[in-house]
């Protein structure tokens, strides 16, 4: 009886361990790319679901990308839509810088590279931000490459985490 209470203690505090690491994150989701490529007319959306108590809270919004470590560019555009709750839409070209050189002289990947991939995340949005009203915010992110069948991207997401003030 003793061992079955020390390992149901073992499995809360496990438990409350993984539930507990990323109280900042209000919403978080990606997208699988096609393995042949990115067509600049295949968007990846995302609808985030905003109650009436979100509003109150302040947000920054991020765009993760997760490419091959042997994709072409140091950059990459996109054309990001939203429409929120009222219908309302705008359009805005976004660009992120995915690559530097440093004080090497030798040029990394922002984000993290394991197994011939890169994962980064990209803030969207610089300032903090609330979400006006209530209701389901719809994003398509759609990439505006030169190319029209963009390769080397992996996964496409988004990441929205409650900034505490």
């Not at 042949?36 to 109650?51: H, P, Q, Y």
């Given at each position: 009886?003793k061992?079955?209470?020390?390992r149901?203690?073992?499995?809360?505090?496990?438990?409350?361990?993984?539930?507990?690491?990323?109280?900042?994150?209000?919403?978080?989701?990606?997208?699988?790319?096609?393995?042949?490529?990115?067509?600049?007319?295949?968007?990846?959306?995302?609808?985030?679901e905003?109650?009436?108590?979100?509003?109150?809270?302040?947000?920054l919004?991020?765009?993760?990308?997760?490419?091959?470590?042997?994709?072409?560019?140091?950059?990459?555009?996109?054309?990001?839509?939203?429409?929120?709750?009222?219908?309302?839409?705008?359009?805005?070209?976004?660009?992120f810088?995915?690559?530097g050189q440093g004080?090497?002289?030798?040029?990394?990947?922002?984000?993290?590279?394991?197994?011939g991939?890169?994962?980064?995340?990209?803030?969207?949005?610089?300032?903090?931000?609330?979400?006006p009203?209530?209701?389901?915010?719809?994003?398509?992110?759609?990439?505006?490459?030169?190319?029209?069948?963009?390769?080397?991207?992996?996964?496409?997401?988004?990441?929205?985490?409650?900034?505490?003030?």
């Amino acid at each position: 009886m003793k061992s079955f209470a020390v390992r149901l203690l073992l499995l809360a505090g496990l438990v409350m361990l993984v539930t507990s690491c990323d109280k900042k994150m209000f919403y978080s989701e990606s997208i699988d790319v096609d393995e042949s490529g990115w067509s600049m007319n295949d968007g990846a959306t995302f609808d985030i679901e905003v109650s009436p108590d979100d509003t109150s809270q302040v947000y920054l919004c991020y765009v993760d990308i997760r490419n091959r470590s042997d994709y072409r560019y140091s950059n990459i555009y996109f054309f990001i839509k939203t429409v929120t709750p009222d219908n309302n839409m705008s359009v805005d070209t976004v660009e992120f810088v995915m690559m530097g050189q440093g004080d090497d002289g030798q040029w990394h990947w922002g984000g993290k590279e394991s197994g011939g991939y890169v994962d980064g995340r990209y803030p969207l949005s610089r300032q903090p931000f609330k979400f006006p009203q209530p209701g389901t915010y719809h994003f398509e992110i759609r990439q505006a490459m030169r190319d029209t069948l963009l390769q080397g991207i992996k996964n496409i997401g988004m990441y929205v985490e409650k900034v505490e003030m």
